[in-house]
Nanobody, 122 residues
Framework: VQLQASGGGSVQAGGSLRLSCAAS????????MGWFRQAPGNEREFVAA????????DVADAVKGRFTISRDNAKNAVYLQMNSLKPEDTAVYYC????????????????WGQGTLVTVSS
């Protein structure tokens, strides 16, 4: 599956952004989808994931209550709604696909998009 992330940009602290990831290729509903992020000098870290059917989601503690992941299998898309953004959320955000029913570990994701930059200013 090929992935294309979009929706990044610059926003002030407290603002919102919605990231989108469009998938093409083999059956989208056969993949668990996730979002990861990488800030300068840091390792890529898990942000959120949604199961193949969309019935199960998981988000990292750092973004719990502020970020929501969802998917639309009819549109081959996954979304990350980010509210109450903080400067520490600044990073390049990547969408990824996993053949697992549900996954959160980076090593379980086999396909990656190109990343979209989110910058949050104070």
């Amino acid at each position: 599956v090929q992935l294309q992330a979009s929706g990044g940009g610059s926003v002030q602290a407290g603002g919102s952004l919605r990231l989108s990831c469009a998938a093409s290729g083999r059956s989208f509903s056969g993949y668990c989808m996730g979002w990861f992020r990488q800030a300068p000098g840091n390792e890529r870290e898990f942000v959120a994931a949604v199961s193949r059917s969309g019935s199960v989601t998981d988000v990292a503690d750092a973004v719990k209550g502020r970020f929501t992941i969802s998917r639309d299998n009819a549109k081959n898309a996954v979304y990350l709604q980010m509210n109450s953004l903080k400067p520490e959320d600044t990073a390049v955000y990547y969408c990824a696909a996993s053949r697992f029913i549900m996954a959160t570990r980076r090593g379980h994701f086999s396909s990656w998009g190109q990343g979209t930059l989110v910058t949050v200013s104070s």
